[in-house]
């Protein structure tokens, strides 16, 4: 619920910076929303690379307490996890990651959902090895979505966002109902 409140409040105020914008403005906004590599320059890299640098370490850093925290809160408490410290240090670093990746390419949905999970049952849990071939992944797809981007069609560069939707959607469904079912249905 949150979530929703929070979307519809930076929706708004995405529609009103729209409204207000000039023809030029509008452009760029919707092209931010549908994501793209075309405006990557290195000065862009340079801006956000300390971002992703710090919160990649974070992550690797985390990770095997993060595998004391998926046995359950008071099992992590029990073992020496600081569990709140621990909630906040990974909200604040996903924050920055995704505040990284989508300043620098707009909205490319699904990627982040899509990649860890299908590693997971990949892998297996282990957070180590899933934090690092869910970047290495997740950074693959965003090459592959890109190449398709720029070559689909001549003369025209279709937006990542879209490709990336087109393809996590329905595997983001596919999971919800796999899911649904190993629960033992639709309770």
Do not use: Y
């Amino acid at each position: 619920m949150t979530g929703i409140a929070i979307n519809a409040i930076a929706g708004a105020g995405l529609a009103l910076l729209t409204f207000l914008g000039t023809t030029s403005t509008r452009e760029q906004i919707v092209f931010w929303q549908l994501g793209s590599l075309n405006g990557a320059l290195w000065q862009n890299i340079a801006l956000v690379a300390p971002l992703v640098l710090i919160g990649s370490i974070v992550a690797l850093v985390v990770a095997n307490s993060l595998d004391l925290f998926a046995l359950g809160e008071r099992t992590a408490r029990h073992l020496g996890v600081r569990v709140e410290a621990l909630r906040i240090v990974v909200i604040v670093t996903v924050a920055l990651l995704v505040c990284a990746a989508v300043a620098f390419a707009g909205i490319i949905a699904f990627v982040g959902l899509v990649i860890p999970h299908l590693l997971r049952m990949a892998i297996g849990p282990a957070h180590l090895p899933l934090v690092i071939t869910s970047a290495l992944g997740g950074a693959l797809l965003i090459e592959l979505a890109d190449l398709v981007a720029r070559t689909a069609v001549p003369l025209a560069d279709l937006p990542i966002g879209m490709l990336t939707s087109l393809i996590g959607g329905p595997f983001f469904l596919w999971l919800l109902l796999r899911a649904r079912k190993s629960a033992g249905g639709w309770a």
